[in-house]
């Protein structure tokens, strides 16, 4: 079982589809992460949940909604994107927001969104 | 604010040779310092990390040395394999503040 699982690994849609991804964490960690990873782009954080608190939205499109419905469990709630939404979306979590005592980040392998 | 520059890629070498992908870094005080890998197909995983200057991080005969006096930290390994071809982010996190990412330089390594 590893340890950050992210669900669908790839997904297909069209720009007035309704889809989410979802990221679950089997690390007991508190502090939960979207990131977006485009194309010849750095990373870009997108939310920071903190016990299923929202810490951090950073200029997001409303056409993304996160969701923490408890500390395990992190959504990416997806509604009519547009084709520069096309990337690949990043999970992570780590023990507390400051990355406990490690600083480590652990991060799911992701899930490749296409929008047509 | 807090920032981490690295060299911009891709970087192509032969199986065997010396690699150093370089890394320099702003921050205040004494930032903690990492380097991830991105292998194909997957997400993010640390590689190895330094806590304080001076401080050698190493994982997988890949070194990195926290350097105060030049802001760098710097990976190096002796002697690449195939299997090393990957995406490798710096990376630098200043006490609760969020986690702050290079550019990412990938690596490909030939037969």
């Known amino acids: 079982e590893t340890g950050v699982t992210q669900t669908p690994r790839h997904l297909v849609m069209g720009m007035t589809n309704k889809k989410s991804l979802k990221c679950e964490q089997h690390?007991?960690?508190?502090?939960m992460y979207w990131y977006k990873q485009s194309a010849k782009k750095p990373l870009e954080l997108m939310f920071v949940?903190?016990?299923?608190?929202?810490?951090e939205n950073n200029s997001v499109p409303s056409r993304f909604s996160p969701e923490c419905p408890n500390s395990s469990h992190l959504f990416l709630h997806l509604h009519t994107l547009q084709p520069e939404d096309s990337a690949l979306y990043l999970c992570?979590?780590?023990?507390?927001?400051?990355?406990?005592?490690?600083?480590?980040?652990?991060f799911g392998e992701g899930s490749r969104l296409t929008v047509l | 604010g807090n920032s981490v520059t690295q060299m911009e890629g891709p970087v192509t070498l032969s199986e065997e040779a010396f690699l150093t992908i370089n890394c320099t870094y702003t921050?205040?005080?004494?930032?903690?310092l990492f380097w991830y890998v991105q292998y194909p197909g997957e997400g993010l995983q640390l590689l190895l990390k330094?806590?304080?200057?001076?401080d050698k991080g190493s994982n997988k005969g890949f070194e990195a040395t926290y350097r105060k006096e030049t802001t760098s930290f710097h990976l190096e390994k002796g002697s690449v394999q195939v299997s090393d071809s990957a995406v490798y982010f710096c990376?630098?996190?200043?006490?609760?503040?969020?986690?702050?990412f290079g550019k990412g330089t990938r690596l490909h390594i030939l037969p």
């Open positions: 992570a979590s780590s023990q507390d927001l400051s990355g406990g005592v490690s600083g480590e980040l652990f």
């Open positions: 690390l007991g960690h508190n502090a």
């Open positions: 949940y903190s016990l299923e608190e929202r810490v």
């Open positions: 921050a205040t005080g004494y930032p903690s």
């Open positions: 330094a806590t304080k200057a001076d």
């Open positions: 990376a630098l996190r200043k006490g609760d503040d969020k986690i702050i």
